[in-house]
């Protein structure tokens, strides 16, 4: 009796499994995004790059907005009565010391600030992309694997209801296969709400509507390890990185910003001339002259815009050997997390996942046939679930300690390629 009890089981349980319809993890109709298109389409979208694209169009405005030479005085004044007269003062005021230049080259000085802040934010926000690109195949994958552990727990539910029904098994068995699959599918309905709250974030650093449910396409290719791209040194890192950071090019520019304010000060200090003709007309003669003056800086000599241009200076000069210490530290930090990283990952990548896979399906081959407690089979998956999920929590730290190290270095590096 037990014979055909088991070809019974075997039949039903392999028929159950390929009927049994699970909703897909990705459904076919959703939007489909690389790395490379959700970072470009967050480079071209994102409001917070408009905003400072249109910090750059008006340090641009201002920079051409300087004029060369201000505009002339016009004054009058008429005296009335039997001598009667106007007099008409036409007056130009002239900056000294080059003022009109060091201005210039100040808000030459903003636009390129502005255009390294936005290299910046870029840089930043390229980071934020691709972690949270990370994080839905991270999300992703998990689900497609808790997909597939449901279909599993439901053939072995229905395996050992059949059993139960034969009066091979207790219910008690019944009732360890119906845990597991609920347990499963707890874990599948909690994914769902995490890929929703992924997807919701993405969308929100590609500027897309927030609505949409992009599902991230992570490339073979890319999958491969990275140890070859880690053969350059620390050092090679920490100088492009000192070298191209934007977020150091903005203190050192604010650096040279200062120095333009002191020089713009000091300038300032010599007094304006003005140059100005006038005519005088009474009932008996008719006058010209010419009209100079200069104001005495014998009270105001700038001295608050000079001393505090100078105490900027030092408070920059602290700020600059900080950041290049801060970013000293950033890229050691990264590179020591993606080695950690790349370490843990290939304890995964060996024969231990395909070992745990192997004897899980015998242990159920063996369970099917009669051959193997519930018990064991229960054992067996869940020591291969743990680590399939810890292999993927491994790989997804790999992929996001990377990014990390590659905003650490800098834009452009090629480093890293």
Not at 349 to 360: I, Y
Not at 386 to 411: E, H, I, Q
């Amino acid at each position: 009796m037990k014979v055909p009890c088991n070809r019974i089981v075997i039949t039903t349980g392999i028929f159950l499994l390929m009927t049994l319809q699970i909703p897909s993890a990705i459904p076919e109709s959703e939007t489909r995004i690389t790395l490379e298109s959700a970072v470009e389409t967050a480079l071209r979208e994102n409001p917070m790059l408009d905003t400072i694209r249109k910090k750059i169009e008006v340090a641009r405005v201002r920079l051409d907005g300087i004029a060369l030479l201000g505009n002339p005085e016009l004054e009058t004044e008429f005296v009335g009565g039997t001598h009667s007269e106007q007099v008409f003062e036409l007056s130009k005021s002239f900056q000294l010391g080059g003022q009109r230049g060091h201005r210039k080259r100040i808000a030459a000085i903003k636009l390129e600030m502005a255009s390294v802040e936005f290299d910046e934010s870029s840089r930043m926000l390229t980071e934020a992309v691709k972690l949270s690109f990370y994080d839905l195949v991270h999300v992703q994958e998990k689900l497609e694997l808790a997909k597939e552990i449901i279909r599993h727990n439901q053939q072995m539910s229905n395996i050992a209801q059949a059993r139960f029904e034969a009066g091979d098994i207790s219910m008690t068995h019944v009732n360890l296969a119906n845990v597991q699959l609920q347990a499963a599918m707890r874990e599948a309905s909690s994914l769902e709400s995490t890929l929703q709250l992924t997807q919701l974030e993405i969308n929100n650093l590609m500027g897309a509507a927030l609505e949409a449910k992009p599902i991230a396409v992570y490339r073979a290719s890319e999958s491969t390890s990275l140890n070859h791209r880690l053969q350059i040194t620390l050092g090679e890192l920490t100088t492009h990185a000192l070298a191209h950071r934007s977020d150091l090019k903005s203190l050192r520019l604010n650096a040279r910003l200062i120095g333009g304010e002191l020089r713009l000060a000091k300038a300032a200090n010599i007094p304006d001339l003005s140059i100005g003709g006038m005519v005088e007309r009474n009932p008996h003669e008719k006058a010209f002259g010419m009209k100079f003056s200069v104001p005495l800086p014998g009270f105001d000599r700038n001295r608050v815009a000079i001393d505090g241009a100078r105490a900027e200076q030092q408070v920059n000069a602290v700020e600059i050997r900080n950041k290049e210490r801060q970013i000293v530290r950033e890229v050691m930090a990264a590179l020591l997390s993606l080695t950690a990283a790349q370490k843990n990952l290939e304890f995964y990548e060996t024969d231990l996942l395909k070992l745990l896979n192997e004897n899980l399906t015998l242990m159920r081959t063996a369970y099917e046939l009669g051959e193997a407690k519930l018990l064991e089979v229960v054992i067996m998956q869940n020591e291969y679930i743990k680590a399939r999920f810890a292999y993927l929590d491994a790989l997804t730290a790999s992929r996001k300690a990377f990014a990390n190290l590659d905003a650490a270095v800098g834009k452009s590096s090629g480093l890293l390629q």
